[in-house]
């Protein structure tokens, strides 16, 4: 089971019992309806005033067991907040859209939204003719897009352009982006999917993208992205985006891994990038997947940049 098989148990029984540690340390559980964000977060309500929400602002060390009654359990521990701000919007509609009838109780300012990130998750089977457990795989997953993800891959991209780096890191401005028409998007989702001359991987959390790269193959006599002439056939790593709210978890590592390893697969021994001088946040992501710089240097459309290479 992975994050995405997660959600769908939480989903399917939507109530669980949540144990926090109370002043002495001891365990105190609670019985509640309890729904998941895309991401696999787990979100519940509670009252301000309640012993739950007083142990999770002492501590917030959570487990959680959802489901039971129909031999299947869902066993998670975790970290609890009360989230704010936009991250509290994400997580009361995910809440909502689970129990639409608690409507009235969310508005009440003597309730408030509890979140819980999993760091450990157990799936039991004990239904009648077998009995098993496994970890849950709460890795980011990384994989090639589909064809009929072509939506999404869309969307992923507009809110890459929009990002603050946007002007340094991508060839591209939002607006042509946007005015493109869907044929466009489609036929780019269905070349990324499949064949050996593009790739698109996306990094998902759950069931939420959360950032992606491609993959090109440049072959030797043709020009490359920047329009310049290829010498000898190579692997090219480009479109490179983590959301911002999920930087620093491992998504780029794994997505840059995948990268090259489907590089790999298709005959190369070098995947090559190029990054703006003034990228160093990019520049720093790269050094850590094994690129380093390969002493080539160019002006692109988008000002100086220079190339990075890793041996694969």
């Given at each position: 089971?992975?994050?995405?098989g997660l959600v769908d148990h939480v989903?399917?029984?939507?109530?669980?019992?949540?144990?926090?540690?109370?002043?002495?340390?001891?365990?105190?559980?609670?019985?509640?309806?309890?729904?998941?964000?895309?991401?696999?977060e787990l979100v519940l309500d509670a009252?301000?005033?309640?012993?739950?929400?007083?142990?999770?602002?002492?501590?917030?060390?959570?487990?959680?067991?959802?489901?039971?009654?129909?031999?299947?359990?869902?066993?998670?521990?975790?970290?609890?907040?009360?989230?704010?701000?936009?991250?509290?919007?994400?997580?009361?509609?995910?809440?909502?859209?689970?129990?639409?009838?608690?409507?009235?109780?969310?508005?009440?300012?003597?309730?408030?939204?509890?979140?819980?990130?999993?760091?450990?998750?157990?799936?039991?089977?004990?239904?009648?003719?077998?009995?098993?457990?496994?970890?849950?795989?709460?890795?980011?997953?990384?994989?090639?897009?589909?064809?009929?993800?072509?939506?999404?891959?869309?969307?992923?991209?507009?809110?890459?352009?929009?990002?603050?780096?946007?002007?340094?890191?991508?060839?591209?401005?939002?607006?042509?982006?946007?005015?493109?028409?869907?044929?466009?998007?489609?036929?780019?989702?269905?070349?990324?999917?499949?064949?050996?001359?593009?790739?698109?991987?996306?990094?998902?959390?759950?069931?939420?993208?959360?950032g992606s790269a491609t993959v090109l193959?440049?072959?030797?006599?043709?020009?490359?992205?920047?329009?310049?002439?290829?010498?000898?056939?190579?692997?090219?790593?480009?479109?490179?985006?983590?959301?911002?709210?999920?930087?620093?978890?491992?998504?780029?590592?794994?997505?840059?891994?995948?990268?090259?390893?489907?590089?790999?697969?298709?005959?190369?021994?070098?995947?090559?990038?190029?990054?703006?001088?003034?990228?160093?946040?990019?520049?720093?992501?790269?050094?850590?997947?094994?690129?380093?710089?390969?002493?080539?240097?160019?002006?692109?459309?988008?000002?100086?940049?220079?190339?990075?290479?890793?041996?694969?």
């Open positions: 089971m992975d994050r995405a989903r399917s029984h939507a109530d669980g019992v949540l144990s926090s540690l109370g002043p002495d340390g001891q365990p105190q559980a609670a019985y509640l309806a309890i729904g998941a964000t895309d991401r696999g009252r301000v005033s309640s012993r739950t929400v007083a142990n999770l602002r002492r501590d917030p060390r959570v487990a959680v067991v959802v489901g039971g009654a129909d031999g299947t359990t869902l066993q998670v521990e975790g970290i609890a907040d009360l989230p704010e701000g936009v991250e509290l919007e994400r997580c009361a509609a995910a809440y909502l859209d689970a129990f639409p009838q608690f409507a009235a109780s969310l508005s009440d300012d003597g309730i408030v939204v509890i979140r819980v990130r999993p760091s450990w998750a157990r799936y039991g089977d004990y239904r009648p003719g077998g009995s098993s457990s496994v970890d849950v795989d709460l890795q980011v997953v990384v994989r090639r897009i589909r064809a009929d993800e072509w939506e999404l891959a869309r969307d992923l991209r507009l809110d890459a352009l929009r990002d603050e780096a946007a002007g340094i890191a991508f060839l591209e401005s939002y607006e042509h982006a946007a005015a493109q028409p869907d044929e466009f998007y489609r036929s780019r989702a269905a070349a990324s999917a499949d064949g050996d001359d593009v790739a698109q991987l996306v990094a998902v959390e759950g069931r939420t993208w959360v193959v440049e072959r030797a006599g043709s020009r490359d992205y920047q329009g310049r002439p290829v010498e000898r056939s190579r692997a090219v790593v480009v479109g490179v985006y983590v959301r911002p709210e999920d930087r620093g978890a491992g998504a780029i590592d794994r997505l840059l891994e995948a990268a090259a390893r489907w590089s790999r697969d298709q005959g190369f021994d070098e995947l090559a990038l190029g990054v703006h001088v003034d990228n160093a946040r990019a520049q720093a992501s790269y050094r850590r997947a094994g690129f380093v710089p390969s002493g080539v240097e160019f002006t692109g459309s988008i000002g100086p940049e220079i190339e990075m290479v890793r041996a694969l």
